[in-house]
């Protein structure tokens, strides 16, 4: 291709002025930090560089963009740019004056050995750089260049363009603020030799549909070996450039690497975060450090309190006796961790229903110490909420116990639970003859409203492990396999999320907004306390402290894959609540997918399928209303195939559940042995003073994950707010499998998970194997310890 001519051509014999540049500092070495004062001047200076071959229209577009923008905004964030195609430009003191270096068109572009010395040097002094489409392909044998733009186009990329939707998932980057959450645009999409997630970090990345490519960055940056490095795979057209979004886009990126504006860019770098286990193995038969891991809540003082279920060691016997009065018996425990010097206690043993080991659903059973919440003013009033079957409580003979939620009070002088001080507020009954799904999760909003998750109570056989909606099994008349008798009953409170609001005398009273009033149809036939209805065992729910909306999750059923004649495949699930609702299970799952009716005389036998618009519940185990409400979507599902699958409808509405039709909406999910653990929606603390601290940039980002670490989830996702309570998708997903580390040496089994107030995140991890607790079992901590965004104030060029 023949020499194009220059956009501002400048003379190989051009000498720059420095415009008040300094040196580099003192004791600035590589991948130290930046220099005390930077490159350039308040009068910013861009330097564009370009290939001498590049295409002269697209070259054209982009500098008359970058000129154009230069002249935008305040005065203060003013830039002029001068463009050239000559390499002698590229000299050490001459670099000095410009506050950022673009490439630009620069596919192929070779400075020599001490031109490229210049730009390492101005880097080094802390300069930054811009990366522009193909400016990826410039200096192509140079591994430190590589290092600067982050990552090489593969030889299969895409030369053409294409529309495709662009996730922008840094609503706080200066390149990125504004932006659309999900931006549709044509380009020309790079893929990737190496994908650099975890070394750089990601601003945007572009929407992929399989599961192989789903992690897709197309613009990253960070602070690179003492300067500040940006790059954007978009920008491949002449159009982009008259976009205002890619402008924007643009704009943002040239003001950070031009020193007049700061950004945080290390904030999903992977080693900018630790995770320290922080309880060490119990001593041999003691419950010192932690007991069968079930849940936690972290005090106003940062300290972490933390239950365990009933499990003991796998080498202990068990109860599985019904004759024998200490069936079942178990130590629900109760331990303390403080920060302040770093010390564990125990500091409660209650005696619970739920350590029958393993086995099949007539033996094992999960009920025991399930949940945790102190009370929104524990600072003053020392109490603490607990979700628990007393073992007391438990009639052998009809086999039924009593799921409580007490409140207890905490003795700081003795560091212990005072048990003496219990006052139950709540009760109802749940079947023991079989397994399974107690829930657990408890939370309060800023309005001191209590949620509890509860589980359907219900086992899990009896219906091929689609819609546990068997109305034959049954223990002396109560029903163990029809999940329309819990969930599915407005008359019950198992396979629910209630809400009630503590009073200080031990009662509770019912806030507005609940899905029922108690008084339905003349009263008896619906309970006041049900705020969600339609869940299978949510054990983690969250309330957003910012919206008060409430974000749970709930593991399904354990049918392998779609059928025909029954409905779709295990979905584990997760939803964004915004106000009281039906959730569907055992009607309906996913985005609507119903399951078919089955019922006596015959159960083997499928009926209609049911109707998410307006199910019935005709189940003879039903003692609630038989109109129920419409079936609200959830956000996300999965099934062992993938992430939420979908399916052709037929004219009713029905899907096909044929597996090769398929298709997954969410590709980034990956199904199998699952099990959801809901998390945290992160909120940022900018007064706290903290060194530990998550940073802005998971701000609003909700926190989703699953108790195994092969290939299920364990993201931070991005919510549309205009969409999320009715059942929208993220748009966006960061994988945080290397932050909290999986797999071997790490948290294997994530039980639970929370935020403390000085901005690091505390993890259970289970342990191995079901029913007892291990010496993997454990406590967490994971801190970030990445710097301050950058430049620092005292260096910016417009200060």
Known sequence: MGRKPQIVALAATLSIALLGASPAASGNEEGTGQSAVLPGAADAQVLVFHAADAPTDRTQAAVEAIQAIGAEGPTEEQFDVQATDDPAVFEPEGLLAYNAVVFLSADGAVLDADQEAALQGYVQAGGGFLGVHDAASAQPDSSWFTGLIGARPDDGSPTEAEQAVVEVGDQLNPATAGLPLEWERTDVWFDWEDNPSGQVHTVARVREDTPENWDHPISWCRDYDGGRSFYTGMGGTVESFAEDEFRAHLRGALLWTSALTRADCQATITDNYVAERITEPNQPGELDQIGEPHGLDIADDGRVFYIGRAGGWADQPVVTDWEDPNIGLGQGTLHVYDPADDSVTLAANLEVFGNKGGGDELTKTEEGLLGIALDPAFAENAYIYLYWMPHETIDREARIGERRISRFTFDEASGTLDLASEVPMLSWDAQIHSCCHAGGGLDFDSQGNLYIATGDNNSSGFSDGYSGNNPEPNYQGVSFADARRTSGNTNNLNGKILRIHPEPDGTYTIPEGNLFTGEEEGGGKTRAEIYVMGVRNPARIAIDPATDWLYAGWVGPDAGEPSTTWGPAKYDTFAVITEAGNRGWPYCMGNNQPYRDRN??????????????????????????????????????????????????????????????????????????????????????????????????????WFVGDHYDAEQPRHAVVMDPENAGSGGLPVHAESLDEIIPAGDGGIRNLMDWKFAPDGSLYVLDYGRGFFNLTEESALWRVTYTGGPATPLPEQLANQ
């Open 600 to 701: 006596l005389p015959d159960p083997s036998q499928p009926l209609d399928w049911y109707d998410c618009d307006a199910p019935r519940n005709e189940s003879p185990h039903n003692d609630g209303l038989v109109e129920l409400p419409p079936v609200t979507p959830n956000n996300i599902w999965y099934s062992p195939q993938g992430g939420a699958p979908d399916y052709p409808r037929d004219e009713n509405g029905i899907p096909s559940y044929v597996a090769d039709e398929q298709s997954f909406l969410l590709p980034w999910l990956r199904g199998g042995g699952q099990a959801t653990m809901n998390g945290p929606v992160y909120r940022y603390d900018e007064a706290a003073e903290s060194d530990v601290a998550w940073p802005a940039y998971w701000d609003g980002k």
